[in-house]
């Protein structure tokens, strides 16, 4: 049936062209940003015995007895300055449609030849308020050019769009106990140029191309369970009434196009029997009260901002008086960052309106300043770590005086930067020196243990023998107990206690280290020993001049080594034997008068 239809509307078609010339439309005719296009909504009785005539051409018709309802201004905007960006990157065009959600935006392609709906933000596919971002899986054309008389072209797209079931009216999907939905939305739309001719509407005549749209829009529900999968709830919405609206509408309307107007001169919507027009899109020069509302803008607010009022925000020269909506709800004309987010907020006055577009950008924080201790010998930390008020992760560190970092965090305009100070108080570690092993005699003179500690002890510690029990740090041979004594130094917050562990041993007076402990020592200038630790050479200094025995005992107390040299009060050199292996000695001096000197020393080999 269609083929034949199509057959004869082809031949009217044919014949019609050779009668009269027709006009071209051409991509000039196509949107661009900053274009407003100016549209009245009416009606006018019979009209759709005015313009549905027979396919063909050099045709009259007359809507000049429209009357007004209502009006629009299709603006068409930058794609970035819409709350759906970026769900469409390759858009290069954004509107409003008319009558929707002031948040709602469709988003356009353009090429040479074709202007392309690629889908909507903020939709309602299904009319039942789930405002979701519907994607056009294969993009309708919306425009093509070059348009000519007896043109035929056919486009289908479909959309799948997945969300929750809280999204939808209560007492529908949310009776299922189901997990997900999407729509599920076919659509097929049939093109015809079947007639050319003029077009007269109030305000004037126009050359225009009759083109017949037939849509074919059928739209679904599906849910998914974990067991069952997806299945086709469709029938279930139906049949249980659900306030949404499913299933399959063919839709006809006619577009009048110009090639010199960007608008439509009109655009004719028929019933469902097309038997009658129920409404009427035209071309006017411009809507009443134009610019009462201002002009549409777009700022960027930092959430940190001061509340601020919108009308003082919005472009041209807004007459005071009219109202606020966002998303379609009543809003105040003060604007509140934080409790009042990002969107589009749009002003009604005297029958114009203007809408504002406030993006949000989120001010910057570097948290709160403070100050910290840290011991020197504490390990390597994190300086955000000491910071409180939960700082963003992403600024950069400055040095300032010694001790002060400052934590910066850039802000995105127009919001500032953000600036933290951390004051870091380096406090000194306590040192309680190195741990030793050392051999004394039991008839060795007392001596102040801390000399015997390796490293540079700190000279604020206490001592305690291996029971814990205090002790004064000078250890008394032959009446201290052998055993090990530890050096404990009290370390300043934040920093701990150190200690050390002097583990003595004594050995009884018949021992050969100890058999001439008590003998007169070698007097005279200062007798000294060095380096201490050495690798094998040291240096005897302070002696009187004289042939020297030269005793190495190991910590055994055996000797390791004898040998005889002359000493000096100046340095002499004394290479130990490379035989002796890493350990702790007693260097042994004794004169040819019996005089005894020793020295303990640590060979590190």
């Given at each position: 049936m269609m083929h034949r239809t199509l057959t004869a509307v082809a031949v009217a078609m044919l014949?019609?062209?050779?009668?009269?010339?027709?006009?071209?439309?051409?991509?000039?005719?196509?949107?661009?940003?900053?274009?407003?296009?100016?549209?009245?909504?009416?009606?006018?009785?019979?009209?759709?015995?005015a313009?549905?005539?027979?396919?063909?051409?050099?045709?009259?018709?007359?809507?000049?007895?429209?009357?007004?309802?209502?009006?629009?201004?299709?603006?068409?905007?930058?794609?970035?300055?819409?709350?759906?960006?970026?769900?469409?990157?390759?858009?290069?065009?954004?509107?409003?449609?008319?009558?929707s959600d002031p948040d709602r935006e469709t988003y356009l392609s353009v090429s040479a030849t074709q202007v392309t709906d690629m889908g909507s933000y903020?939709?309602?596919?299904?009319?039942?308020?789930?405002?979701?971002?519907?994607?056009?899986?294969?993009?309708?054309?919306?425009?093509?050019a070059p348009m000519n008389f007896f043109d035929i072209t056919q486009h289908s797209s479909y959309v799948d769009e997945a969300f929750t079931p809280d999204q939808m009216p209560p007492n529908t999907v949310s009776t299922l106990g189901v997990d997900s939905v999407r729509v599920i939305r076919n659509i097929s739309r049939l093109d015809v140029v079947d007639a050319w001719g003029t077009l007269t509407i109030p305000g004037g005549s126009y050359p225009v191309l009759r083109q017949k749209h037939t849509l074919y829009d059928q739209r679904g529900l599906a849910a998914y369970a974990w067991l069952l999968g997806w299945f086709d709830i469709t029938g279930t919405a139906v049949d249980n009434n659900w306030p949404i609206n499913l299933g399959t509408d063919t839709i006809v309307w006619f577009d009048f196009v110009n090639d010199q107007s960007k608008e439509i001169i009109a655009s004719c919507t028929l019933n469902n029997v097309q038997n009658n027009v129920i409404q009427v899109r035209y071309k006017v020069a411009g809507t009443p009260n134009t610019g009462m509302a201002g002009a549409d803008t777009t700022i960027t607010i930092c959430s940190s901002a001061q509340p601020f009022q919108l009308l003082d925000a919005l472009a041209g020269a807004p007459q005071a008086g009219g109202t606020w909506s966002h998303g379609g709800v009543p809003h105040s004309p003060l604007f509140v960052p934080g409790p009042d987010g990002p969107g589009v907020y749009c002003y009604a006055v005297s029958g114009d309106t203007a809408c504002l577009t406030v993006i949000v950008n989120t001010a910057p924080n570097a948290g709160i300043d403070n100050a910290v201790s840290a011991c020197e010998n504490a390990p390597p930390f994190t300086l955000i770590d000491s910071l409180s008020g939960n700082p963003d992760p992403f600024g950069h560190w400055e040095n300032g005086d010694p001790g002060v970092y400052f934590y910066i965090v850039d802000g995105s305009a127009p919001c500032a930067n953000d600036t933290a100070v951390l004051q870091v108080t380096l406090v000194p570690s306590a040192n309680a020196g190195i741990g030793d092993s050392i051999t004394v005699c039991e008839n060795a003179t007392p001596f102040v243990m801390i000399d015997s500690l390796l490293g540079s002890p700190d000279v604020s510690g206490s001592w305690e023998d291996g029971a814990g029990v205090p002790h004064n740090g000078i250890f008394l041979p032959g009446t201290?107990?052998?055993?090990?004594?530890?050096?404990?130094?009290?370390?300043i917050a934040p920093c701990t206690n150190d200690s050390a562990t002097l583990a003595i041993t004594v050995l009884p007076p018949t021992d050969p280290q100890c058999l001439n402990t008590g003998v007169p020592a070698i007097t005279g200038p200062i007798l000294r020993l060095y380096p201490d630790p050495t690798t094998g050479l040291v240096l005897l200094s302070g002696y009187a001049p004289g042939l020297y025995t030269i005793n190495v005992y190991d910590q055994a107390g055996r000797c390791a080594w004898r040998g005889t040299m002359r000493l000096h009060v100046s340095a002499t050199q004394l290479e130990l034997p490379a035989s002796l292996p890493s350990g702790k000695y007693v260097i042994e001096t004794r004169s040819d008068r019996g005089q005894v000197q020793r020295f303990p020393v640590t060979l590190m080999r």
């Open positions: 014949c019609a062209a050779h009668a009269h010339a027709q006009i071209t439309v051409t991509s000039s005719v196509f949107p661009a940003v900053g274009d407003t296009l100016h549209y009245a909504f009416g009606n006018q009785p019979d009209a759709v015995f313009i549905y005539t027979a396919p063909g051409g050099d045709q009259q018709w007359d809507l000049s007895g429209l009357q007004a309802t209502d009006y629009w201004q299709q603006i068409f905007r930058a794609p970035s300055s819409g709350l759906g960006a970026a769900d469409f990157p390759g858009a290069e065009l954004m509107y409003r449609p008319y009558g903020g939709d309602e596919p299904i009319d039942a308020s789930i405002n979701i971002t519907t994607h056009l899986q294969l993009p309708m054309p919306v425009q093509y201290d107990a052998a055993g090990s004594y530890a050096y404990i130094v009290p370390g």
